[in-house]
């Protein structure tokens, strides 16, 4: 007989962006994590996809908007225009908040457009800015959010700039095809963390439930995350049923450290081949895990990446045609 504690992660393909519906009990609770964009054709097709998702047309209980970035937050807009997609509660680090902290008194200064809009929506939302080393119920206590980054240091040193940043679009070059693990692992790997302030300050965490965890990283920075896995166990980070990569498998965002703390099997790469993501990644995985067969899932096939991924041994996993990507958790006992 299937257990009655289930949970449903459902990845949805929002090109380099990020979605995920997590529903707990066959959707008797749900979080989304993050809209994927604002562009409207990928937002049109992320609410009729949710809507699907989502039984009886049910609310999301709760949102996490995980940083300001369009990828991230955009889709919120196209939610909250359309009203087809209704939201109980939220959490995000809205720009009003960061203000507050900082004691900026002047919003005028704030220049993250969405962001702002943001702070207009219609759901309830946290009332002091999230930090790492915070732990969220959900589902009723049932359910806990560990809060990895951002780190309240961080917040106060760069908050500011992230205020003022405006991220400028990205020239998308094209890729070179992956190669053979034995090419990756044997060339030469310089790292060179992300410096995006936004990305830094992301909401990253593990969802814990039943004695089983998984983890969100966002676009968070490696060096953060490190420090809060080590915070909760020095010795011994957790084993992951999944783990949602940071930053679109960016090389910045992954480093050997945090491969060797990272005890999975299953690693989402929400990446569409464009811009992202970095073929070091899945060396740095594969040899900080010490597992050849570590799978890497991405939302979709996209042209670019069925170019990308053809010769190459990684075991990179997409799914059947016209599906999602769908990991069903039903095993989950008292
Ligand atoms: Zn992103």
Redesign the pocket.
């Known amino acids: 007989m299937p257990s009655e504690n289930n949970l449903r992660i459902s990845f949805l393909a929002v090109g380099?962006?990020?979605c995920a519906l997590i529903q707990f009990n066959s959707g008797q609770y749900s979080i989304l994590v993050d809209s994927g964009p604002s562009r409207s054709t990928v937002a049109q097709r992320t609410v009729s996809q949710l809507k699907q998702l989502l039984p009886n047309s049910k609310p999301v209980d709760l949102a996490i908007l995980t940083h300001h970035?369009d990828?991230?937050i955009g889709g919120f807009l196209e939610f909250f225009r359309s009203n087809d997609i209704p939201i109980h509660q939220a959490l995000f680090n809205s720009p009003a908040l960061l203000a507050a902290l900082l004691a900026n008194d002047d919003p005028q200064e704030i220049s993250v457009k969405q962001a702002r809009l943001l702070q207009d929506m219609k759901a309830p939302c946290n009332t002091h800015v999230i930090c790492s080393g915070e732990t969220i119920k959900v589902f009723g206590g049932k359910a806990e959010l560990r809060i990895l980054t951002p780190w309240k240091r961080d917040i106060l040193q760069y908050g500011r700039s992230i205020l003022e940043e405006l991220t400028p679009p990205q020239p998308i070059s094209v890729k070179k095809p992956f190669r053979r693990i034995d090419e990756v692992l044997s060339g030469v790997d310089t790292f060179e963390q992300d410096s995006s302030k936004s990305?830094l300050l992301s909401i990253s965490f593990i969802l814990n439930y039943i004695g089983r965890s998984w983890l969100f990283l966002a676009?968070a920075w490696p060096s953060r995350v490190v420090r809060a896995l080590k915070t909760i166990d020095a010795s011994n980070s957790p084993e992951f049923a999944l783990t949602k990569i940071a930053?679109?498998g960016s090389q910045g965002n992954t480093d050997k450290q945090l491969a060797e703390l990272l005890r999975c099997s299953d690693f989402v790469v929400p990446a569409a081949g464009g811009r992202h993501p970095d073929e070091q990644v899945f060396g740095r995985i594969v040899a900080g895990t010490g597992n050849r067969r570590a799978r890497f899932h991405f939302p979709e096939k996209t042209p670019d990446l069925a170019r990308l991924t053809a010769e190459s041994d990684f075991c990179f996993q997409f799914p059947d045609n016209g599906r999602m990507l769908d990991f069903y958790y039903d095993d989950i006992e008292k």
């Open positions: 380099n962006g990020d970035d990828d991230h990305n676009d930053h679109h």
